[in-house]
Each structure stands twice: as structure tokens, then as C-alpha cells.
């Protein structure tokens, strides 16, 4: 069974950073595509960034390019992160771990068939 947990939020001011960490156990890493997703008050959870375990390929959604990270260190640890810089207000919501069977990841919109953490909370403060 896959288990992921999330760590590393917080509350910043805008213009801060943030450094995001997802523990995954229960899984061999290689056969997966790991991602996070985010979810504001009162909309949908969307699609952040995510990474091929094999390729090293990463997505982004439009809103965090140049300013986000997705990486991922398949050592012991099997640890993911999302380094976020300049953060803005709008990007303040619950942040969750997700992975999707794989390793090639479905398109970054798609949240079907993916194990879920149960998410950090972030929040950007003008």
C-alpha cells in the first residue's frame, strides 16, 4: 500500500519561499509518476508540478513556472519535494502528495487512479 506524507508547509509572506517534502513509502519508486496537486478554499483541486521517477521529465502548470520545482531523491528516503519561491497570495491552499501508476505521468490536469497524502497547508500572506 502506498503511504505518502507531506511536511514543510507554512505561512510566509509574499515574495517568501517555502520547501515541500513528501515521505512515500509501500511503493518501488520507478514504477510511479509523483506530483503534487493544490487546492484553494472553494475550488478545485488542480495540478502544481510533477516528475518521470525514471526520465526525470517535469510538468508545470502555467500559474508556477520559473518559480517552483519538483524534484525528487529515489535514495532510502524515496523523499519528493517542491521547492516554491516567490510565492503570491494566490498560491496560499492545501498542498498534496500524489502518485499516479507509471512512470510516464498522465497530464498534469488528470487526477484519476493516484494515491493521495492527506497534504500540508500553505498560506501567503500579502
Known amino acids: 500500500q502506498v503511504q505518502l506524507v507531506e511536511s514543510g508547509g507554512g505561512s510566509v509572506q509574499a515574495g517568501g519561499s517555502l520547501r515541500l517534502s513528501c515521505a512515500a513509502s509501500g511503493y518501488t519508486y520507478n514504477k510511479y509518476c509523483m506530483r503534487w496537486f493544490r487546492q484553494a478554499p472553494g475550488k478545485e483541486r488542480e495540478g502544481v508540478a510533477q516528475i518521470n521517477a525514471v526520465s526525470r521529465h517535469t510538468s508545470y502548470a502555467d500559474s508556477v513556472k520559473g518559480r517552483f520545482t519538483v524534484s525528487q531523491d529515489n535514495d532510502a528516503n524515496n523523499t519528493l519535494y517542491l521547492q516554491m519561491n516567490n510565492l503570491k497570495p494566490e498560491d496560499t491552499g492545501m498542498y498534496y502528495c500524489?502518485?499516479?501508476?507509471?512512470?510516464?505521468?498522465?497530464?498534469?490536469?488528470?487526477?484519476?487512479?493516484?494515491?493521495w497524502g492527506r497534504g500540508t497547508q500553505v498560506t501567503v500572506s500579502s
Open positions: 500524489g502518485a499516479s501508476a507509471g512512470p510516464r505521468c498522465p497530464n498534469l490536469w488528470y487526477g484519476g487512479n493516484t494515491y
